[in-house]
Nanobody
Framework: QVQLVESGGGLVQPGGSLRLSCVASGIIFSMNTMDWYRQAPGKQRELVARISVIGSGSYLDSVKGRFTISRDDAKRTVYLQMNSLKLEDTAVYYC?????????WGQGTQVTVSS
């Protein structure tokens, strides 16, 4: 059974930081591209960051320079370091694992940026 379990969300003030983690089981983690998506109320889910199997990262323009995605294949974990958080970063953040044949999603973790 495949499981992706996110953690690390919470309430933070503007300008603050959070680090999200997503631990995977039931997949060959090192063979999966790992993504972080987010969905704010009333908005479509959007891709925030992606890291390839060789560790190459890419980002949504609005988070470039503030967010960093990384992976630890030995721990089967992908991280999203979020710095300089803004009100508009408030959303549910989802982890996604994918290969050419399948994709799997976590249940999401809430990030709320508020003063």
């Amino acid at each position: 059974q495949v499981q992706l379990v996110e953690s690390g969300g919470g309430l933070v003030q503007p300008g603050g930081s959070l680090r999200l983690s997503c631990v995977a089981s039931g997949i060959i983690f090192s063979m999966n591209t790992m993504d972080w998506y987010r969905q704010a109320p009333g908005k479509q889910r959007e891709l925030v960051a992606r890291i390839s199997v060789i560790g190459s990262g890419s980002y949504l323009d609005s988070v470039k320079g503030r967010f960093t995605i990384s992976r630890d294949d030995a721990k089967r974990t992908v991280y999203l370091q979020m710095n300089s958080l803004k009100l508009e970063d408030t959303a549910v953040y989802y982890c996604r694992a994918s290969t050419s044949r399948a994709e799997f999603w976590g249940q999401g973790t809430q990030v709320t940026v508020s003063s």
